[in-house]
Each structure stands twice: as C-alpha cells, then as structure tokens.
Nanobody
Framework: QVQLVESGGGSVQAGGSLRLSCADSGYTYSSYCMGWFRQAPGKEREGVAA????????YYADSVKGRFTISRDNAKNTLYLHMNSLKPEDTGMYYC????????????????????WGQGTQVTVSS
C-alpha cells in the first residue's frame, strides 16, 4: 500500500523559494512514476511536474519550466519539488501522486491514471 505525505509548504513572498517533500511509507515507492499537482482556489487541479521511475526523465508544465525542479530519492522513498522564483499565481494546494500507467503525464485528462494521492500541502505566495 502506498501512503503519500507531503510537507514543506508555507507562505513566502514573490521571488522566494520553497522545497516540497513527499514521503511514501510503503515498500513499493520505486515501482511508481511520480508527479506533483496543484489546485488554486476556484480552479481545477493541474499538473506541475512528473518524474520517471529512476528519476532520469522529468516533465514540466510550461508555467513552471526553468523555475521548478522535480527529483526523487528512491533510497529514502521521497519525492521533492524545488520551487524557485515563486509567483503569486503559484499559490495553491500541492499534491504528490503515484502512477503505474501515467508516467510523465500531466494533463487533466490523465490524472485518473494516478493511483495514489497525498493529502496536500499549502503554498501561498504573496506579492
């Protein structure tokens, strides 16, 4: 069973940085591709970044390319999202998710392929 727990959210000013973590207490973490998603108030959940099983392939939404970096440490069963140059529009609840079949997919239509989701961690960026 996969159990994902996010941490690292908080409130920062525009231009600041945060690092989100997603820990999996299960024993099959390295069997899943992983992704980060976010949902702003009143908006649909959107894909932010995704990473392959071994971490050698990464995928990003256009809105975060060059500012966010996704990585994973399979020895620690942990996924990360390093967020730099944060903007107010990055505000939202950030969720990590694990998938067998949707590796690298970030579209809204592909979210159903993510089998397990965390509870989320809030990120608030003020101008």
């Amino acid at each position: 069973q996969v159990q994902l727990v996010e941490s690292g959210g908080g409130s920062v000013q525009a231009g600041g940085s945060l690092r989100l973590s997603c820990a999996d207490s299960g024993y099959t973490y390295s069997s899943y591709c992983m992704g980060w998603f976010r949902q702003a108030p009143g908006k649909e959940r959107e894909g932010v970044a995704a990473i392959s099983l071994g971490g050698d392939r990464t995928y990003y939404a256009d809105s975060v390319k060059g500012r966010f970096t996704i990585s994973r440490d399979n020895a620690k069963n942990t996924l990360y999202l390093h967020m730099n140059s944060l903007k107010p529009e990055d505000t939202g609840m950030y969720y990590c998710a694990a998938t067998y079949l949707g590796c690298g997919e970030l579209s809204r239509g592909a979210q159903y392929k993510y089998n397990y989701w965390g509870q989320g961690t809030q990120v608030t960026v003020s101008s």
